[in-house]
Nanobody, 116 residues
């Protein structure tokens, strides 16, 4: 199983980035997938999640600015991030959770840096 995240980078406050995470080795369409982030010195926090049925949930801190989506044919989950703020600076990790809610897989992380 492999989750390959990409799309991070350096952006000015107010800018946008789109993260992508491509999965292999799993039946992607059956998995709940999402994104966590971890800022320096802070705990990892859930950013957004999308179920196999397409239901989404976003953390209060990113609601209205970030949008999670998925493309099952491409086995990819996306995180569109708009109106970025310096406090969004973190390493972003994608994950996939199997239909049994027991198997959880993680991507390697992609760094997002937002300058003020």
């Amino acid at each position: 199983v492999q989750l390959q995240a990409s799309g991070g980078g350096l952006v000015q406050a107010g800018g946008s980035l789109r993260l992508s995470c491509v999965a292999s080795g799993i039946i992607f369409s059956l998995n709940t997938v999402g994104w966590y982030r971890q800022a320096p010195g802070k705990q990892r926090e859930l950013v957004a999640v999308i179920t196999s049925y397409g239901s989404t949930s976003h953390a209060d801190s990113v609601k209205g600015r970030f949008t999670i989506s998925r493309d099952n044919a491409k086995k990819t989950v996306y995180l569109q991030m708009d109106s970025l703020k310096p406090e969004d600076t973190a390493v972003y990790y994608c994950y996939a959770r199997g239909p049994n809610n027991r198997d959880v897989y993680w991507g390697q992380g992609t760094l997002v840096t937002v300058s003020s």
